[in-house]
C-alpha cells in the first residue's frame, strides 16, 4: 500500500497499448526488463496490462478505480445498511421480522453450544 500523500501515475490508454504490444513482440525483453525499461513501478502493472489486453484492447481505455467490483452479477463486500426510516411500513415490519429471526437463531445457538 501506498504511503499517505503520495501520488498515483496514471497512463493514457495508448502508452498501456503500446506497452502490452511492444512487451508481446519481444521488443522490451522480459517482463521485468520490461517494466524498468517503461518506468513502470511494479511488473504487476505490465501483467494486468497484458492480461486485460488479451481478453478485449478496448479494456485497457476503462479506469476501474474505486468501482464496487462484481462477481456473477452480485456486489461483494459489506452490504449497505439498512435506514428504517426510509423503508415504507411493511419494508420496516418485515425487516424486524427478519432480524428478530436471525437474534432468536444465534441466541439458540449460543445456548446449544454452551451447553456441550
Known amino acids: 500500500m501506498a504511503k499517505k500523500g503520495t501520488k498515483h501515475k496514471t497512463y493514457s490508454p495508448e502508452f498501456k497499448k503500446e506497452a502490452v504490444e511492444r512487451y508481446l513482440s519481444g521488443e ?5 526488463t520490461a517494466t ?3 518506468g513502470l513501478k511494479s511488473d504487476r502493472q505490465l501483467r494486468n496490462w497484458v492480461k486485460l489486453y488479451r481478453k478485449d484492447p478496448e479494456l485497457l ?13 452480485v456486489r461483494k463486500g459489506r452490504p449497505k ?3 428504517l426510516d426510509e423503508l415504507s411500513k411493511d ?3 418485515e425487516f424486524l421480522k427478519m432480524e428478530n429471526a436471525i437474534l432468536k437463531k444465534a441466541k439458540a445457538l449460543r445456548k446449544n453450544y454452551g451447553e456441550r
Open 28 to 32: 522490451l525483453g522480459g517482463c521485468k
Open 36 to 38: 524498468r525499461r517503461l
Open 61 to 73: 481505455k476503462q479506469d476501474n478505480r474505486g468501482k464496487a467490483s462484481l462477481k456473477d452479477g
Open 81 to 83: 445498511q439498512v435506514k
Open 91 to 93: 419494508e420496516q415490519i
